[in-house]
């Protein structure tokens, strides 16, 4: 059974960062592609980042470019968000995913197999 669990989230000012993680279980995790997506109150879910099942590919929502980092370490399974420079529009659920296996850096949700329950972050002014 294909678990996906994030941690890490929370309250933070305006201006500061936050990391949060995704440990994956279940699936052959360095075959796959993951990504990060997000969901604000009365909003449908976006794309936020993504990154190749090798690590060699990375996208942004333009809206996170320059602020957030995504990365994986294969051997612990998991994913990461850096987020720095946190605004109050990044409030949101954040949810990681699993895409098709030896994926690209994948933007579409509907691309993605498998997710997570996702995480609060809240970002006070």
């Known amino acids: 059974q294909v678990q996906l669990a994030e941690s890490g989230g929370g309250l933070v000012q305006a201006g500061g960062s936050l990391r949060v993680s995704c440990a994956a279980s279940g699936l052959s995790f360095s075959t796959f592609a993951m990504g990060w997506f997000r969901q604000a109150p009365g909003k449908g879910r976006e794309f936020v980042a993504s990154?190749?099942?090798?690590?060699?590919?990375?996208s942004y929502a333009d809206s996170v470019k320059g602020r957030f980092t995504i990365s994986r370490d294969n051997a612990k399974n998991a994913i990461y968000l850096q987020m720095a420079s946190l605004m109050p529009e990044d409030t949101a659920v954040y949810f990681c995913?699993?895409?098709?296996?030896?994926?690209?850096?994948?933007?579409?949700?509907?691309?993605?197999?498998?997710w997570g329950q996702g995480i609060q972050v809240t970002v006070s002014s």
């Open positions: 990154i190749s099942w090798n690590g060699d590919r990375t």
């Open positions: 995913a699993a895409g098709p296996s030896r994926a690209a850096a994948l933007t579409q949700s509907s691309q993605y197999v498998f």
